[in-house]
């Protein structure tokens, strides 16, 4: 299993930007499909972005197409998510996961490893 880490959170007005990274151990990044997830209190974490093993081809809720990207670098083991435009409701943890299998899939359990989760708040 590969293992993840989270940072570039924090407090941010509505309307700025903030951009994620999520640092992978382990030699074999370049094998697993990388996802973004968040978490609201209250509420069942919900898939946001994901990008296939190249880089080639990316994925995006509804709710953040067009103000969030997704990226990696495989020679760095990163995956990064910057953060544009962003309203309250953007407000939640946000992890870092990595899914084995072929194929992109937008649930929880098709995920096989999850970092710790950073914090982001957008206030109004």
């Known amino acids: 299993q590969v293992q993840l880490v989270e940072s570039g959170g924090g407090l941010v007005q509505a309307g700025g930007s903030l951009r994620l990274s999520c640092l992978a151990s382990?030699?074999?990044?370049?094998?697993?499909?990388m996802g973004w997830f968040r978490q609201a209190p209250g509420k069942e974490r919900e898939f946001v972005a994901a990008?296939?093993?190249?880089?080639?081809?990316?994925y995006y809720a509804d709710s953040v197409k067009g103000r969030f990207t997704i990226s990696r670098d495989n020679a760095k083991n990163t995956v990064s998510l910057q953060m544009n435009s962003l309203k309250p409701e953007d407000t939640a943890v946000y992890y870092c996961?990595?899914?084995?299998?072929?194929?992109?899939?937008?649930?929880?359990?098709?995920?096989?490893?999850w970092g710790q989760g950073t914090q982001v708040t957008v206030s109004s």
């Open positions: 996961a990595s899914r084995a299998s072929i194929g992109v899939v937008t649930t929880t359990l098709g995920y096989d490893s």
């Open positions: 990008i296939r093993r190249s880089g080639g081809s990316t």
């Open positions: 382990g030699r074999t990044f370049s094998s697993y499909t």
